[in-house]
């Protein structure tokens, strides 16, 4: 929890999922990157090796993303864009 200082984790995670949660309740429905944004994720990094099966990409923008030796059995990116930086190891 790097830069968080003396707050508990507790709060920190609080944080985070109020962001989350705020952002998927906007008019405009949420996209993939827009929740990794609000929870502060970084998506050439906290991706890899992440397990994203079955997980829903269709339509997404996934450029800068990394998903070297992610678990992506199922996930559906039909219509994504993930050209230019996005791996998929």
Do not use: Y
């Not at 991706?47 to 199922?74: I, P, Q």
Request: hydrophobic share 40%.
């Amino acid at each position: 929890m790097k830069g968080q200082g003396s707050r508990s984790s507790d709060t920190w995670l609080a944080d985070i999922l109020d962001r989350v949660v705020e952002r998927s309740a906007a008019e405009e429905p949420a996209t993939f990157a827009d929740l990794v944004a609000a929870a502060g994720l970084d998506p050439g990094r906290d991706f890899v090796g992440a397990s994203l099966a079955k997980v829903d990409l269709s339509g997404e923008d996934l450029r800068g993303f990394d998903f070297t030796n992610a678990d992506l059995s199922g996930a559906d990116f039909s219509r994504a864009n993930v050209t230019g930086e996005f791996s998929r190891g």
